[in-house]
């Protein structure tokens, strides 16, 4: 399983409209590219489809990811800890940062590219400071499904 495999996601992708799914498809491949090695989490979670990617298979260990609902954000499970001179990212919270994605053309790819670096550092060094080999490289994994959706219409 890896970028090539889209089938589990394009099925949780059917409730939203074109526009969010285009998105959501978009920044996948913007990280694929950038991070073929890391693996890809997906969560097909109760009111909103979530995934990012990580150097395991542990959510903890997840340096960006896309969530889905009535619109798509781009963030970073330790964004607070990331540098972000040009204040894009948005949260007030302890960890997670985010950008609301509307449009693939106004999507700050070059500043999102640097703060990718950082995150993905981040959590490389994390799991380093654990002392554990990633064992998977490259894979997409469905890491759950739950049964009762609430979905935009």
């Known amino acids: 399983m890896s970028k090539e495999t889209t089938g589990d996601l394009l099925k949780f992708l059917i409730p939203y409209p074109d526009h969010v799914r285009e998105i959501t ?16 989490l ?7 489809l979530a995934f990012g ?16 609902n009535t619109g798509v954000r781009f963030g970073f499970n330790w964004g607070s800890k ?14 997670y940062r985010s950008i609301k994605v509307m449009d693939v053309d106004d999507f700050p790819k ?3 590219k640097k703060i990718l670096k950082e995150a993905y ?3 490389l060094t994390r799991v380093k ?19 009762v959706k609430r979905r935009p219409k």
Request: proline share 6%; charged share 25%; net charge negative.
């Open 25 to 40: 498809l978009w920044l996948r491949e913007f990280v694929w590219d950038l991070y073929p090695d890391s693996n890809e």
């Open 42 to 48: 997906i969560y097909d979670n109760y009111n909103a």
């Open 53 to 68: 990617w990580s150097p395991t298979d542990r959510a903890g260990d997840v340096f960006c990811s896309i969530a889905v």
């Open 82 to 95: 990331l540098s972000d001179p040009k204040g894009i990212l948005e949260g007030e919270g302890s960890q």
């Open 110 to 112: 070059s500043d999102i």
């Open 121 to 123: 550092q981040y959590s």
């Open 129 to 147: 400071k654990r002392k554990e080999t990633p064992t998977l490289k490259g894979a997409t994994i469905v890491k759950s499904i739950s049964p």
